[in-house]
């Protein structure tokens, strides 16, 4: 595979195992509403397209629904204070992630992260999970009017470092992250790991997959 000169990393799935904490908040705001836990193993399948798209299914218990708009005005406040309070308990980084980020820093690439996840979970979980030094940009979930599968705040990461988009590799988890870069014509590696809503990431033809970040810099000949 070519050498980019930038390369963007989703968050959730792909850098940091967070569901825990996640399915955490959402448990709490569930039970101001007398509705059950749904566990970590559901809230897995619901997360990769936002907190918003994360509510509507906690509150439907459905992968498509949309809750009762007066009860998503409640709810949502609800799992902010919770999550921001839990946000970074037990979320972790997946193996071999510092040690990837620091070895294509050290090789000159520009590094960004272009999550979903809402800024005001985004900075404070980089700084506790301490990979925020390697990042030059981030671009989270309501950082532009657009967000993946979206390709906007991939040409938005591309213009910002002065690269074109076909000198950059998108690294993630879900079909979001894969459906983005196809858009903004973006090679794009995918990671067997994570959560991309209980499915096979191969099904979603990605350039390539891997199953551990360790691989990705032999793949990029660094």
């Given at each position: 595979?070519?050498?980019p000169?930038?390369?963007?990393?989703?968050?959730?799935?792909?850098?940091?195992?967070s569901?825990?904490?996640?399915?955490?908040a959402?448990?709490?705001?569930?039970?101001?509403?007398d509705?059950?836990?749904?566990?970590?193993?559901?809230?897995?399948?619901?997360?990769?397209n936002?907190?918003?798209?994360?509510?509507?299914?906690?509150?439907?218990?459905?992968?498509?629904?949309?809750?009762?708009?007066a009860?998503?005005?409640?709810?949502?406040?609800?799992?902010?204070?919770?999550?921001?309070?839990?946000l970074?308990?037990h979320?972790?980084?997946?193996?071999?992630v510092?040690?990837?980020?620091q070895?294509?820093?050290?090789?000159?690439?520009?590094?960004?992260?272009?999550?979903?996840?809402?800024?005001?979970?985004?900075?404070?979980l980089?700084?506790?999970?301490?990979?925020?030094?390697?990042f030059?940009?981030?671009?989270?979930?309501?950082?532009?009017?657009?967000?993946?599968?979206h390709p906007?705040?991939?040409?938005?990461?591309?213009?910002?470092?002065?690269?074109?988009?076909?000198?950059?590799?998108?690294?993630g988890?879900?079909?979001?992250?894969?459906?983005?870069?196809?858009?903004?014509?973006?090679?794009?590696v995918a990671?067997?790991?994570?959560?991309?809503?209980?499915?096979?990431?191969r099904?979603?033809?990605?350039?390539?997959?891997?199953?551990?970040?360790?691989?990705?810099?032999?793949?990029?000949?660094?």
């Open positions: 595979m070519f050498k000169r930038a390369v963007f990393f989703d968050l959730d799935g792909t850098l940091v195992d569901v825990a904490d996640m399915a955490f959402v448990g709490k705001m569930l039970s101001h509403f509705l059950p836990a749904p566990g970590i193993e559901k809230v897995s399948t619901w997360v990769g936002g907190a918003q798209a994360l509510i509507n299914r906690a509150l439907t218990n459905d992968m498509h629904g949309t809750a009762d708009k009860l998503f005005d409640q709810a949502m406040p609800l799992f902010n204070r919770y999550y921001h309070e839990n970074a308990l979320s972790a980084l997946y193996e071999h510092e040690q990837t980020l070895t294509l820093k050290n090789a000159g690439l520009a590094l960004a992260c272009i999550t979903n996840k809402p800024e005001q979970f985004t900075e404070v980089l700084e506790n999970i301490n990979i925020a030094q390697y030059s940009l981030v671009v989270s979930g309501d950082t532009l009017p657009t967000k993946k599968p906007g705040p991939l040409l938005h990461a591309a213009q910002e470092f002065g690269v074109h988009i076909d000198e950059c590799l998108m690294v988890d879900s079909k979001s992250d894969i459906e983005a870069a196809k858009k903004a014509g973006c090679p794009v990671l067997s790991y994570g959560y991309n809503h209980g499915e096979n990431i099904l979603h033809t990605p350039d390539i997959t891997i199953d551990s970040l360790k691989d990705l810099p032999p793949l990029l000949s660094i």
